[in-house]
């Protein structure tokens, strides 16, 4: 029967460890009442299924037949589509830890929203962009576009001329890269027109003549106000020129929800006329991370209409703002569209703290307890303490180095002592733990901690062990033919 009929019911097959068995087994039968499928469980010949990968399971899994498809642990590495092309049904990576299930299954169930579609764009501002060497501006430009910059903004706000601009929008219309400029000295405000901007600011003169592709973008002569607006809108009527009204949002406290109503304010008056809001000043002024702030900011410019908004990251606590805007642009625009929840739709931008915490109840602690086998230390984050099962013994503090020392000394008295190599990771997997304790994350060991976008996967103990001998190897090499040039 196929997968698209409507009395068509899905056959799970699970695969997983000998410690995750019991509990994923408990879990099972209400899941499938839920959700409607049929399922097996294969137990492959490993305690801890997260040390598994793709050709280790291809080597050993049996698929029963009517099984539809095959649901992975999260944790395992390799590429299921290997595993797909053997088995000829879809193979899917489930969720890291089995609580995470039945949000899986909701996920799963919910209607396919496209994700891939937005409506605001992105101008990545660079300030004072003359003063930076032509290379490297070019190699800042190629990755905030990369990012998901549409424009790259280059920011004078001094009244010296800048001869060497139109050199610098011709290297990045060269480049592909389509150029916002903003200055207040006239003779390099012509020759941004001249050399053929995509978009110039303010409009210090309406020109006679002007490349086609240039939209013109005004703001108010006298900040605060609409003056001077219509006047010039009507002017560039009737020359009939592409234009933008730019309304900036300024920082809490300095007149931050009047600049958001003159934004609604704008939007009723001139709905014919394209809006971009800058948020630099709000970003600049704001000692946080911009993540969350550009949620709401990029949430309000969708609400409102809306067609552009202009970033930064000069300042640190913004500098991967081009790459949050993109996912942000892309988050509020489904959820207007579709009208859903933002936290249905992704946790990348739960960076600081995690989307929610697995803490388990005792039952489960005291069965992963009881099925451990293998003798190296272990590590968790269980009721805000570091815990460690390490030589027989359950050891727990809050501080990091108490647990550090009663683990080796745990070891001292199974007359195993620590050897540099396991200090240092047990060093380093405490000092996760630790953070992932305060910040309020998942701490899984051996796993990189969950920073959102930012998220730079660690390679497992397995593919360390293969790394570290084929360094081994290379270095072993080159001394032999080291000796053999010299001899």
């Known amino acids: 029967m196929d997968s698209a009929d409507p009395g068509f019911s899905e056959h799970f097959l699970f695969v997983t460890g000998r410690l995750a068995e019991p509990l994923l087994r408990r879990m099972l039968p209400d899941l499938a009442s839920s959700y409607d499928f049929q399922y097996s469980v294969a137990v492959m010949p490993i305690s801890i299924a997260g040390l598994m990968s793709v050709p280790w399971i291809a080597e050993r899994l049996k698929v029963p037949p009517e099984a539809t498809r095959v649901l992975l642990p999260g944790r395992c590495s390799g590429d299921p589509h290997e595993l797909e092309a053997k088995l000829r049904i879809p193979v899917e990576r489930g969720p890291n830890d089995l609580h995470d299930l039945p949000e899986y299954f909701r996920r799963r169930h919910r209607p396919c929203l496209p994700q891939d579609e937005y409506s605001l764009r992105i101008v990545a501002v660079v300030k004072d962009a003359a003063d930076v060497p032509l290379p490297t501006l070019l190699d800042l430009a190629d990755r905030l576009v990369a990012d998901g910059a549409d424009v790259i903004g280059l920011w004078h706000e001094d009244r010296e001329p800048r001869p060497q601009f139109a050199k610098i929008i011709k290297a990045l219309h060269s480049h592909g890269h389509k150029v916002w400029v903003r200055t207040l000295e006239l003779s390099t405000w012509q020759a941004a027109l001249a050399t053929g901007a995509d978009f110039v600011e303010p409009l210090l003169e309406v020109p006679e003549d002007l490349p086609e592709q240039t939209n013109l973008v005004i703001e108010p002569y006298l900040p605060g ?58 970003l600049f002024h704001s000692a946080a991370d911009a993540g969350p702030l550009l949620l709401l900011l990029l949430g309000f410019a969708q609400e409102i209409g809306a067609r552009w908004i202009l970033t930064t990251q000069e300042v640190n606590t913004a500098r991967t703002s081009v790459r949050e805007c993109d996912v942000i642009r892309r988050m509020v625009h489904c959820a207007q569209r579709y009208h859903v929840s933002l936290r249905s739709l992704d946790s990348s931008l739960a960076m600081l703290r995690d989307h929610h915490i697995n803490n388990g109840n005792e039952e489960y602690w005291q069965q992963l307890r009881e099925q451990i086998r293998d003798p190296s230390p272990r590590l968790f984050v269980k009721a805000n303490q570091l815990c460690a099962w390490a030589f027989g013994r359950e050891l727990q503090s809050s501080d990091p180095y108490e647990l550090f020392e009663a683990i080796t000394d745990a070891a001292k008295d199974a007359g195993r002592p620590l050897d540099p190599d396991t200090a240092f990771y047990l060093g380093y997997e405490l000092c996760k733990a630790a953070i992932a304790r305060q910040l309020g994350k998942n701490y899984w060991q051996d796993e990189a901690l969950h920073w959102g976008l930012h998220t730079v996967a660690e390679p497992s103990p397995r593919e360390r062990r293969i790394r570290r001998l084929a360094r081994r190897r290379s270095v072993k090499g080159c001394s032999e033919t080291g000796k053999t040039a010299h001899s």
């Open 225 to 282: 106000t609409w003056e001077g607006v219509e006047e010039t809108l009507e002017s560039l009527r009737k020359i009939r020129r592409p234009t933008i009204l730019k309304q900036s949002l300024v920082p809490v406290g300095l007149g931050f929800t009047q600049s958001m109503l003159r934004s609604v304010e704008a939007r009723h008056i001139w709905p014919d006329i394209p809006l971009a809001l800058d948020l630099c000043s709000v």
